[in-house]
C-alpha cells in the first residue's frame, strides 16, 4: 500500500526539521516552523503560519490566515520551551489564533478532536480544550481555561483566565464568564449567570429521560433551594447516587477553585463558592 504524497504550493514556506504526514496538502505562502509535526490528510490553508513546538494530528482542516502555535501573549514566558498539541479531526477557521503554553500552566495547550474553531476565535497559553467543543466566531479563551467535551461557546464570548467549562455547557453568545459554568447548563450575560440547564444540547447526545430529569432536580436542588454548598452537594450525592451525570455535575462544582456561576439573583448563603 503506497502513501499518498503531500501537496505543497511552491510559494509556501516549509523550514526543515518540518514534518508533514502522507497526504498533508499546504498552500500557497503558508509559513510552517522547524518544529512542526502535521499528521497525515491534514490540510494547510493559504497564508496560514504554522510555528513553535506544535504537533498536529491527522484529518485536521487549517484555513487562511490562522495563527498557530506563536509565543504566548504573556509577560511572564521567558522562552521556555513549551508546546500546542492538536488531536485529529478539528477544523480551524480563518484568523483564528493557538498560542504554545507556559511554565506555569504545565508547558502545553492542548486541543482534543473533532473541534471547530470559527473565525477569529482565540485559545491563550495553556488552555486545555477537550473533544466536539465549539468555539464560534471572535470567541475568546484566556489563559488556563479548561473547557470540557462537546460544549459550546457562542460568538464573541469571553472566559476569564482560570475558569473551567463544564461537559455539554452551552455559553450564550456574547457571554463574559468570570466563574466556573458547570456541566450540562447555560450560561448567559455580564457577568455570565447560569439560565437553566442545556436541554437541547442534553436530548442531542442520547440522554435518557432519566438522566435529564435526575440533572434537573440536581439542579433545583444546587440552585433554588437556598441551600449553602455544602449542604446541596450532600444531598444531590446521596439523591442520585446511581446517575454518571449528576456525579460529574457534582465532582465539577467540588472542585471549584474559582466560584460558581449561579442563576441570577441567587448565591450561597455561606459564600463558600465567592472567589477570595
Keep these: 500500500m503506497t502513501s499518498t504524497p503531500s501537496k505543497i504550493h511552491p510559494s509556501a514556506v516549509i523550514a526543515p526539521g518540518a514534518e508533514l504526514g502522507p497526504g498533508v496538502e499546504v498552500g500557497p505562502y503558508a509559513v510552517i516552523g522547524p518544529q512542526v509535526r502535521i499528521g497525515a490528510r491534514s490540510y494547510i490553508g493559504p497564508h496560514t503560519v504554522i510555528e513553535g513546538r506544535t504537533t498536529i494530528g491527522c484529518d485536521n482542516r487549517i484555513f487562511q490566515f490562522a495563527s498557530v502555535g506563536a509565543i504566548p501573549q504573556d509577560k511572564k514566558y521567558q522562552g521556555e520551551d513549551s508546546e500546542l498539541i492538536i488531536g485529529d479531526g478539528n477544523a480551524i477557521r480563518e484568523f483564528a489564533t493557538l498560542h504554545l503554553g507556559t511554565t506555569g500552566g504545565g508547558m502545553a495547550t492542548r486541543v482534543g478532536n473533532q473541534n471547530l474553531l470559527m473565525n477569529y476565535a482565540h485559545v491563550a497559553h495553556d488552555c486545555q480544550i477537550a473533544d466536539h467543543v465549539v468555539l464560534a466566531n ?123 456561576c449561579r442563576p441570577r439573583g441567587t448565591a450561597d448563603p455561606e459564600g463558600e463558592d465567592e472567589l477570595p
Design 138 to 260: 471572535g470567541a475568546t479563551l484566556a489563559g488556563h481555561v479548561t473547557v470540557e467535551s462537546f460544549v459550546t461557546v457562542g460568538g464573541l464570548v469571553a472566559i476569564h483566565q482560570f475558569t473551567r467549562v463544564g461537559e455539554l455547557a452551552l455559553l450564550a453568545g456574547g457571554a463574559m464568564v468570570s466563574q466556573d459554568v458547570p456541566p450540562y447548563c447555560t450560561a448567559t450575560g455580564d457577568r455570565a449567570h447560569l439560565h437553566g440547564l442545556n436541554l437541547i444540547g442534553l436530548k442531542r447526545r442520547g440522554l435518557s429521560a432519566d438522566e435529564i430529569s435526575a440533572l434537573k432536580k440536581a439542579y433545583r436542588t444546587l440552585f433554588a433551594e437556598g441551600l449553602s454548598l455544602k449542604e446541596a452537594l450532600a444531598r444531590v450525592r446521596e439523591d442520585s447516587p446511581a446517575s454518571p451525570t449528576v456525579s460529574h455535575l457534582v465532582e465539577f462544582i467540588a472542585a471549584s477553585q474559582r466560584g460558581l
